[in-house]
């Protein structure tokens, strides 16, 4: 399968310099215009300072490329001390000449005739070569609207200053106020024609969410979609929607389930590679406990595996699942298993994207399994698109996904509808509750490429692990044809499992009656039998007492002393 | 270039007396121009009150960075107190004037 959803960044042979920002390269087709001036522009704590100073920390460490620093805001010990919670020294990349760092103060000058900005350049020039910088930042420029008087000869000596940059062909990023009516204050997009990105953020239902937009990018074809940003402890990343250059491979290559039989259920005999299952069903139907099914099978294959859970800390997984006889701690131990457990308030859910994107990077797992993602809180189209993006970067990297969401059984596991169109596999775990016993249902709804099963099976969890009994009820069986639409699947298969159940709870019901009707007939005849018993005791005990009748005065007497003593005691 | 002074010894106590510094780049006209501006103006209305030290930052870049310098011709009053900075080449005689806080005598 290839995946041609978008293929609007193509290359037009422009040298791109990398961005430094993790994501934002795969939207612009390998980074920023090099040699070229790029513009980053938004509102106060959007994360422009922050961008610009990640695209020459990343640029000077990861890609050999020194660069220029110059700050109209901020000393060099603010610049420092901004960013050292990331874990980035700048004294020290400024002491091995990969960085130099260099303030322009805010002291207000007043005009007395003709000025230009060349001691600007001078001061940038005497940066660039003391490093051999190829990277320039200007953060804000725009400071000198407000220092600088005569607002005409600024921009003449700003436009001198920008065909400068260019003609040293450094790759410079300008950071400038989002304006209003206009993407900056003061107009500096008027300068920069190579590239604009804009960063916004934005608060919705009390969750903030930080969003880039690519402006402008000439000479690379880009669209105007807007895609979600992270900050957190590593700096700035962008989350793409959709991959762009990954192809999703379809491979025949499947992953077992963990159970045998579910894996028949599914016709190829698994999952496929990195394809994406959902999981959905009541509380304590055994979701989870197929998740750990899974990460069993999939460790003990010798392939790392990833369990994320929302609700249960590691240990509570381990011993919930040691009473199911799913011993996870051979995994754990042997270091192909990794549970991570956190809270889904912790963090907005562009946030627990860039993470679990993270882990998955530093982990580098077959298999990653979310246990459930219908906790994470957010509007219901921005949960929908960030789980989109969970999906497919995780299928972009070959990862096999299985996600468990509890539905609520009332609502006909309608919130479901908006992820089980993202999936390849969308299982269901169902409980049953009726005449004192509970039973679970496991069937197989959707599954890409396969000729799966249609049957409602049982799924019984015990020390023994976790078994699907062969058909789980009779009448009703075979299910549905493939053909028909998912959706007409769903609702005829809910009507059907309610028929099922009620056909389910009569049987059990004449068995439990036909159960009780032999007990009863069995206490009958022990009764009897009971009853003749005490008959033929009380007939031997009055022989007794007639024949003992004439020693009468002695036992009458020790019996009284017996008495006396129980009645102290 | 030399600083030039009004006379050779130290007024720095005088609270009349301005130490200037010019910044310039290269010997372009509108350097020159700003250092002919500033001597004439200098001469007129400071006779014997003054200091000027002019700065080539093509020759001294390291000073641009140092004095915080962006814009040339800036011209700074070091003293007296406060610190002003112009910018521009001195051509506004008026808005010199006013700019240094210059009391014609």
Request: proline share 3%.
């Amino acid at each position: 399968m290839r995946f041609v959803g978008r293929l609007a960044y193509v290359n037009l042979g422009i040298d791109k310099a990398p961005s430094g920002v993790p994501g934002l390269d795969d939207l612009t087709g390998g980074g920023l215009p090099r040699g070229r001036t790029t513009l980053v522009c938004g509102g106060p704590g959007c994360g422009k300072t922050l961008f610009a100073t990640q695209f020459l920390v990343r640029g000077a460490i990861d890609h050999g490329e020194p660069g220029v620093l110059i700050s109209f805001e901020e000393s060099a010990a603010q610049m420092s001390a901004n960013v050292r919670s990331l874990g980035w020294d700048l004294s020290s990349l400024t002491a091995d000449g990969k960085l130099a760092l260099d303030s322009i103060g805010t002291a207000v000058s007043t005009a007395v005739g003709d000025w230009d900005l060349e001691a600007l350049i001078i001061r940038l020039q005497l940066a660039i070569d003391s490093i051999g910088a190829t990277r320039v930042v200007l953060d804000t420029i725009e400071v000198l609207f407000d220092t600088l008087p005569q607002r005409d000869r600024l921009r003449i000596a700003l436009r001198r200053l920008f065909g400068w940059l260019q003609d040293r062909g450094v790759t410079a990023v300008v950071t400038a106020e989002r304006g209003d009516g206009q993407l900056t204050r003061n107009g500096l997009e008027e300068y920069v024609s190579d590239c604009v990105i804009l960063l916004d953020q934005r608060v919705r239902d009390q969750v903030a969410t930080r969003r880039m937009r690519i402006v402008k990018y000439r000479g690379t074809f880009h669209d105007t979609d807007e895609f979600p940003f992270v900050i957190d402890e590593r700096g700035i990343a962008v989350l793409p929607a959709t991959t762009t250059h990954f192809e999703h491979q379809a491979l025949s290559d499947t992953v077992s389930t963990g159970v045998p039989q579910l894996d028949a259920m599914l016709g190829a005999g698994g999952y496929y590679r990195g394809s994406s299952v959902l999981i959905t069903g009541g509380p304590g139907t055994g979701k989870s406990s197929l998740l750990a099914a899974m990460a069993r099978s999939v460790t003990a294959g010798g392939e790392r595996c990833l369990l994320l859970s929302f609700e249960e800390s590691p240990l509570q997984i381990v011993r919930n699942m040691r009473s199911i006889g799913i011993d996870l701690e051979d995994s754990l131990a042997s270091g192909l298993l990794a549970i991570e457990s956190r809270r889904a308030a912790w963090w907005g859910l562009e946030t627990h994207l860039a993470k679990i994107a993270a882990l998955v990077d530093e982990f580098e797992p077959a298999c990653v399994l979310i246990d459930p993602i219908s906790v994470l809180r957010g509007p219901r189209d921005e949960v929908a698109s960030m789980l989109a993006r969970l999906v497919h970067t995780l299928k972009g990297r070959g990862i096999t996904a299985v996600l468990t969401a509890l539905s609520d059984i009332e609502a006909d596991d309608r919130n479901d509808v908006l992820v089980t169109s993202l999936v390849d596999t969308w299982i269901r775990v169902s409980n049953f509750e009726q005449a004192g016993e509970r039973n679970r249902g496991v069937n197989v709804l959707k599954s890409r490429g396969m000729s799966h099963s249609n049957q409602v099976r049982e799924l019984l969890l015990s020390e023994a692990g976790i078994q699907i009994a062969d058909v789980y009820s009779g009448p009703g069986g075979v299910l549905m044809g493939t053909a028909r639409r998912e959706q007409e699947l769903h609702d005829q298969l809910v009507a059907q499992d309610r028929a099922e159940q009620a056909e389910l709870a009569a049987q059990q019901s004449r068995q439990r009656l036909a159960s009780l009707a032999a007990q009863i007939a069995e206490l009958e005849a022990e009764r009897a039998a009971q009853e003749a018993e005490a008959r033929r005791a009380e007939r031997a005990a009055a022989a007794q007492h007639e024949m003992r009748a004439t020693g009468a005065t002695v036992l009458l007497r020790s019996r009284g002393e017996a008495e006396g003593a129980t009645n102290e005691s | 270039m030399s600083p030039e002074s009004s006379d050779g010894e130290h007024p720095q106590g005088d609270a009349d007396h301005y130490t200037l510094r010019l910044y310039v780049a290269g010997q372009t006209p509108r350097s020159l121009a700003a250092i002919n501006n500033l001597v004439n103006i200098c001469r007129e209305h400071l006779d014997g009150r003054y200091d000027i030290e002019v700065i080539d930052l093509l020759e001294d870049p390291e000073r641009a960075r140092a004095d915080d310098i962006v814009a040339i011709p800036t011209l700074i009053r070091a003293l007296p107190a406060p610190l002003q900075r112009l910018i521009g080449d001195l051509s506004d005689t008026e808005r010199v004037l006013t700019g240094l806080e210059i009391v014609p005598r």
